[in-house]
């Protein structure tokens, strides 16, 4: 496998139902993260009232939220934890976790609880990100890894759609309304979590630590202990220090200024799209959120029928350069027109649209795609949680940017979608209809070879 060039595949079919199984249940992950995120956020000013939090202790529930830094946090850890003992160990305990976090939202009584159960609930979902992303990526066939790892991104706009919705039905409870909308996550979280049980681990990772196994225990005496020094120091089992030198740093800083440059303004919208609305655009409560679920479904139907069914068949380069433009010229109506309704509404349907094929789609292709399996994991964590942490640090100065003047932010958002979008387009990996073995072997330098083996029955491997 990775460590000697060779690649256990089984056909070149589509995918069966037990891979979309599998997938779906782990894309939940997406779902549970951009669900939570969005449930505090249309509950943020419910809270504040309620508890009587100053906008100080606002910002910081923001920013260490599952939003931002705990996530980050989590992410890292997590990621870690998944290359060195396996995804599995992960899937057994993080929803266990976030559910116990969700209990801290749904019963606080004070904000210290609230602050308590947004970082658990943070925590618990980065770690589930990492994990959930390379397995799909490790299940997929080699030609529909892109359609695979659609699904997540579908799902993480479904989850802001349900959490939405019912944030807006139960809009007339008040605080009621919100612990309501967290208690569905935590029922979701549970049934997904007890689901996930029959989930074994991912051959390609027991495939990969077997290899090591190999070259540690050949040989006798010094001999051994020279192939046991090599495998430890190998760039596909080193751990953090492996970042550091090719062709893995390379990889893990486009991957982060890509997507992180990207997310700050998708988290900005994200968090604040309706505040920004009730307060620039003097729009209603209600108006606001049912605008920002109007993005959300935009994005569904984007990723459902443009991202899914092309990312795997055409040239990638062009795809991502149409969003990411697409993306620019959107925001720019903001930086330029007045903040009336049509202009939000174009900014949506345009911005939204182009977004589903855009950074975070490729970013969860390309961030499982350029790494090898024993680091695969560990560099969507780091990733992850550099974008997610410097994501917290941004949100604090966004109140006070939007206070200042929102066409001035509208122009620093401007200017991080361009960025992201150029580093996409000049820096496009060639790894379409590529097995994880080959891209690695590229990488690497490494002479490739493909042998044919028994898939596990159980968990159907590409």
Partial sequence: MAASGTVEHATELGPSKSQWKWTFLSSMANYIDAGSIVAGASGLSLWQTFFHMSNSFVGILAAFSSNAISAGVGALIGGRICDLFGRKRIYSWDLLVYAFGILWIIFAMNAWMLVVGYVIVGLAVGADVPASWTIIAEIAPSKSRGKMSGMAQALWNTGPIVCLLLAFAFSHLGVLGTRLVFAHLFILAMVTWFMRRGMVESARWKSAVEQKDKKVHSGSGASARKQENAAQSAPSSAGFQAFLRKPHFGAIVFCIGMYGIWNLNAGTNGFFFPYILRTVGAESQSTSVLMQCLGFFLGLLSTLFIFMPFSDRVNRRLFFGI???????????????????????????????????????FFQLWSAELFPTRLRSTAQGIAFAVVRIGLGIWSFFVPILTATGFHKLA???????????????????KTKGKSLEEIEAERINRPFTVSTVSESPNYPQS
């Fill in 323 to 361: 969003s990411a433009l697409m993306q620019v010229v959107a925001m720019v109506l903001f930086a330029v027109f007045p903040l009336t309704m049509g202009v939000a509404l174009a900014y949506l349907l345009l911005g939204n649209i182009c977004g589903g094929f855009g950074q975070q789609a």
């Fill in 411 to 429: 122009w620093i958002l401007t200017g991080f979608l361009f960025i992201s979008g150029l580093i996409g387009v000049i820096w496009t990996p």
